[in-house]
């Protein structure tokens, strides 16, 4: 039960969001021309694709520098590029309680659509020991590669809320046997900063 009501309100905060993004998109534009750097916090809700399952609850901090600034870039569509650190902290319910701790080295690539909406691609592999009882985890040192998508929408010049979908997949890349995988949905909100 504990966890349905968990799942509820991580799914209720992701439909409040999505439901405020088309009023934020005429609140604020982005005035980040000057800026190299942005730092954010990302919350997130996954799920596993396959039995059994597993559902993480995460914290995700992250920092990044502009390797191209979308404000100043000279990129077809105005593309940006940047690399992000983001680290992560889950609470995991599956067969028992557990958690798990690590980071990803990521690079986003930013198309501004609007002054106040910006959609990105990020990808990359990290890191991660998983301390949770789940057949698809048969060891707690992983590596995890991940793609996803999203928006950062201007709520002022230089803050953004930040929603986000990602693929993760965690294993060992075959370094000991068995070496099932575990396979997550990643849906993110947050806010990110830029400076």
């Known amino acids: 039960m504990r966890s349905n009501g968990r799942r509820g309100f991580v799914l209720a905060s992701l439909i409040m969001v999505a439901l405020l993004i088309p009023r934020m998109l005429q609140a604020a534009d982005f005035e980040i021309a000057d800026c190299r750097y942005d730092f954010g916090l990302r919350l997130g809700y996954g799920y596993s694709w396959k039995?059994?399952?597993?559902?993480?609850y995460s914290l995700l901090p992250r920092w990044g520098i502009f390797i191209v600034n979308p404000h100043t870039s000279t990129l077809p569509g105005k593309l940006g590029i940047s690399f992000e650190v983001e680290g992560i902290l889950s609470i995991a319910e599956a067969r028992d309680t557990g958690w798990e701790l690590g980071f990803t080295p990521l690079l986003k690539f930013t198309l501004p659509v609007t002054p106040g909406l910006h959609l990105f691609l990020e990808g990359g592999a990290g890191m991660i020991t998983q301390q949770f009882n789940s057949p698809n985890v048969p060891h707690s040192f992983n590596f995890t590669p991940q793609v996803g998508a999203g928006l950062d929408v201007a709520v002022a010049s230089r803050?953004?809320?930040?929603?986000?979908?990602?693929?993760?997949?965690?294993?060992?890349?075959?370094?000991?046997?068995?070496?099932p995988g575990l396979n997550v949905n990643f849906f993110h909100a947050g806010i990110t900063y830029f400076y």
């Open 159 to 179: 803050w953004a809320v930040t929603v986000a979908y990602r693929f993760r997949h965690s294993s060992n890349a075959g370094i000991v046997e068995p070496n």
């Open 51 to 56: 039995s059994p399952s597993v559902h993480l």
